[in-house]
């Protein structure tokens, strides 16, 4: 009976089948909406990083050989840091867009000042921003988002094999193009708000012409608060239809960023 013989190359392709991966999964899951929140602990992110790795290395494409101690190796996991936190910056940003809304309107309604540390990210943000990102948190992981998005990473290990160099210039000018994107999809959601604001204020501002001993600042500023949050109460009727709206150009464009070449 021959002894059982392991080789190096062996071991390396072992350990790279799910090492690979792993990295990549890790750097998106740092750095993507909802499980890379800072409320989320690491040792839950561990544990569902290697939980996801082990499920889904079945269905990916074979690793290659590469000597985990070599220069190669390291270039290797810079490239599947680069791309696992490029991906999870894309949906940073299709999320983002309503706290940008949030911040818009909260400004036009004079409620700019009324701020909180968001628990998900460590900054100060608006109330109202704070508001959207739950509204839209619950609402995405309703429809699956969360599924739908890691189904799509897994695609990258089709479209960008380990080893082949990962992220081309195209992709980061993409990137950079959301962030126009993000801005313009604030200002539609904020939009019909601001207009109705507008008038409210043009309103009080007749007010005080006609009526010069009326304090315009005292009685105009609750009263826009007032309107602003019945408005903002009125608007969310259409908020359902604009989110699917939104919510398909933004896994479109992280679709086109994880099949890029």
Known sequence: ??????????????????????????????????????????????????????????????????????????IVIFQEILIGLALGFCMQIVMHLYVLAGQFIAMKMGLGFAAMNDPASGVSVAILSQFYTLLTTLLFLSVNGHLVMIDIFIKTFTSM??????????????????????????????????????????????????????????????ATLIFGLALMWISLA????????????GMGMFLRLAEAQ
């Open 1 to 74: 009976m021959q002894p059982l013989v392991i080789t190096d190359d062996q071991i390396y392709l072992f350990i790279g089948q799910y090492l690979w991966p792993m990295i990549r999964l890790g750097a998106f899951f740092l750095a993507v909406p909802i499980i890379g929140a800072r409320t989320v602990p690491v040792r839950i992110r561990l544990i569902l990083m290697v939980v996801t790795t082990i499920i889904i290395v079945p269905v990916l494409p074979p690793s290659p050989m590469i000597p985990l101690l070599s220069m190669q190796a390291v």
């Open 161 to 222: 094999p380990v080893g082949t160099g990962g992220l081309g210039v195209d992709s980061f000018f993409m990137l950079a193009n959301m962030g126009s994107w993000m801005f313009a999809g604030a200002l539609v959601i904020s939009l019909p708000l601001f207009t109705a604001l507008m008038i409210v204020n043009m309103s009080f501002g007749v007010m005080g012409r006609s009526a010069p001993q009326m304090n315009v600042f005292t009685v105009g500023f609750p």
């Open 238 to 249: 259409n908020f359902l239809p604009l989110f699917y709206q939104l919510m398909d150009e």
